[in-house]
């Protein structure tokens, strides 16, 4: 109980760091990568990637992330439809929470989190004034 207590407080001063960090940020992608590595700290993560919808393409560019092989920040991109769990999350709007992505039904797991090994992954919905921006996975 004592060492979930400390994982909650450390969350809680993570959330409160990084909201510290987006009122002073003058420039979106070093705060998406930030964002990338605090969630993956708060959630005991070795992966995290913030994802950048390209409407022109329907696709999903992976714009920060850590945890991925150095050229897939940039390059890699998912689709956005509903067959992946990003895809799902920005067309329904909802965050997905995935514990079992080999057994999933909804969606298909997308070959770089396959490649990785990834077997849980949960999607939020990144947005701006704009709308969707994108998913942070």
């Not at 969606?107 to 942070?136: E, K, Q, S, W």
Request: charged share 20%.
């Amino acid at each position: 109980a004592q060492g979930a207590l400390e994982l909650r407080l450390r969350q809680q001063v993570i959330l409160s760091e990084f909201g510290v960090e987006a009122l002073r940020a003058t420039a979106l992608m070093p705060l998406l990568q930030r964002a990338t590595e605090l969630c993956a700290e708060g959630m005991g993560a070795q992966f995290c990637k913030a994802l950048e919808y390209q409407p022109s393409h329907d696709m999903l560019l992976v714009c920060a992330g850590v945890g991925w092989e150095p050229d897939s920040v940039g390059k890699a991109v998912v689709g956005a439809d509903l067959a992946s769990p990003a895809g799902y999350a920005l067309k329904t709007g909802q965050p997905v929470i995935s514990n079992h992505l080999e057994n999933e039904t909804r969606f298909r797991t997308p070959a770089l989190m396959a490649d990785h090994g990834i077997r849980r992954a949960v999607n939020v919905l990144i947005t701006n004034r704009d709308g969707h921006y994108g998913v942070l996975e």
